[in-house]
């Protein structure tokens, strides 16, 4: 039913910046939380930054003060803008949702490939 869009993704070379976009395609969906995870080959996929609904932003500590995670219309666009990026930053970066009185309704979009090139 409610699907997550991702744009953005590409490659870029080491200090540059992209910013990635997703959008759900229904729009009343407005999740409690809305986040960007990434995993890169041979690793397990890991959150990047979330923001939640009326609060705060989070952000890992390989990316704080390098990515920016936005959002509006409830959580229902979310913008990852990414900024002196590293080539340890390539990986499939994937938009996540969680919506419901206790989040137990999660979406997960397709995946967009970001290559970092040093």
């Known amino acids: 039913q409610v699907q997550l869009v991702e744009s953005g993704g590409g490659l870029v070379q080491a200090g540059g910046s992209l910013r990635l976009s997703c959008a759900a395609s229904?729009?009343?969906?407005?999740?409690?939380?809305m986040g960007w995870y990434r995993q890169a080959p041979g690793k397990q996929r890991e959150l990047v930054a979330s923001?939640?609904?009326?609060?705060?932003?989070h952000y890992s500590d390989s990316v704080k003060g390098r990515f920016t995670i936005s959002s509006d219309n409830g959580n229902n666009v979310v913008v990852l803008q990414m900024n002196n990026l590293r080539p340890e930053d390539t990986a499939v970066y994937y938009c996540?949702?969680?919506?419901?009185?206790?989040?137990?309704?999660?979406?997960w979009g397709q995946g967009t490939q970001v290559t970092v090139a040093s």
């Open positions: 996540n949702g969680r919506a419901g009185l206790s989040g137990e309704n999660e979406y």
């Open positions: 229904r729009s009343t969906f407005s999740p409690n939380i």
């Open positions: 923001i939640r609904r009326y609060g705060t932003r």
